[in-house]
T-cell receptor, first 111, second 113 residues
Framework: KQEVTQIPAALSVPEGENLVLNCSFT??????LQWFRQDPGKGLTSLLL?????REQTSGRLNASLDKSSGRSTLYIAASQPGDSATYLC??????????FGTGTSLTVIP | ETGVTQSPTHLIKTRGQQVTLRCSSQ?????VSWYQQALGQGPQFIFQ???????GRGNFPPRFSGLQFPNYSSELNVNALELDDSALYLC????????????FGPGTRLTVT
């Protein structure tokens, strides 16, 4: 069974800092990997989707990379802002048409 | 383009009761997946529906069941509610490929007392 781990569980940074969130998974036979943002008590907002054949995707201040062979993905956030404060979840798309989620990294950006 | 919608927003039920949650998929999407997210945890896959048939199921008991309608909307039914069923229930819609991006609705917060 696919296991997804996210480190760190929580992160607090001052505004303007660049930061990296980590996601690791145990089974490299994946279709894709998707990063989401979740505000407290809310649904998930898709940030970036990386197909299994891709190495990275970029959207604005966000850059996500994927290394299937080592079972790792990183989400890089440049010039962090207080509005970036949220929980960030990574999800791996695999067999059985399901996504396997990590438990998330709770990010706080201090003004 | 209409996004994924879910109803109701919040629901309080008593242990042993039954509940039905509803989801309307994003325009053009014919695949719907349901997830359960307990407090402080990542979402757990319940099942997926495509062409009105169950198309994959996670590790949930049979008292969790679903339906998909011809307009691609979907229902999640939970019978014999237990206290541990208290969670945020999320619906996601997508195109029917294993590599498709998933779009989530705002969720239904279910509390079982």
């Amino acid at each position: 069974k696919q296991e997804v781990t996210q480190i760190p569980a929580a992160l607090s940074v001052p505004e303007g800092e660049n930061l990296v969130l980590n996601c690791s998974f145990t089974d490299s036979a994946i279709y894709n990997l998707q990063w989401f943002r979740q505000d407290p008590g809310k649904g998930l907002t898709s940030l970036l989707l990386i197909q299994s054949s891709q190495r990275e995707q970029t959207s604005g201040r966000l850059n996500a990379s994927l290394d299937k062979s080592s079972g790792r993905s990183t989400l890089y956030i440049a010039a962090s802002q207080p509005g970036d404060s949220a929980t960030y979840l990574c999800a791996v798309g695999g067999a059985g048409n399901q996504f396997y989620f990590g438990t998330g990294t709770s990010l706080t950006v201090i003004p | 383009e209409t996004g994924v919608t879910q109803s109701p927003t919040h629901l309080i039920k008593t242990r042993g009761q039954q509940v039905t949650l509803r989801c309307s998929s994003q325009s053009g999407h014919n695949t719907v997946s349901w997830y359960q997210q307990a407090l402080g945890q990542g979402p757990q896959f319940i099942f997926q529906y495509y062409r009105e048939e169950e198309n994959g199921r996670g590790n949930f008991p049979p008292r969790f069941s679903g339906l998909q309608f011809p307009n691609y909307s979907s229902e999640l039914n939970v019978n014999a509610l237990e206290l541990d069923d208290s969670a945020l229930y999320l619906c996601a819609s997508s195109l029917p490929t294993g590599a498709a991006e998933q779009y989530f609705g705002p969720g239904t917060r279910l509390t079982v007392t």
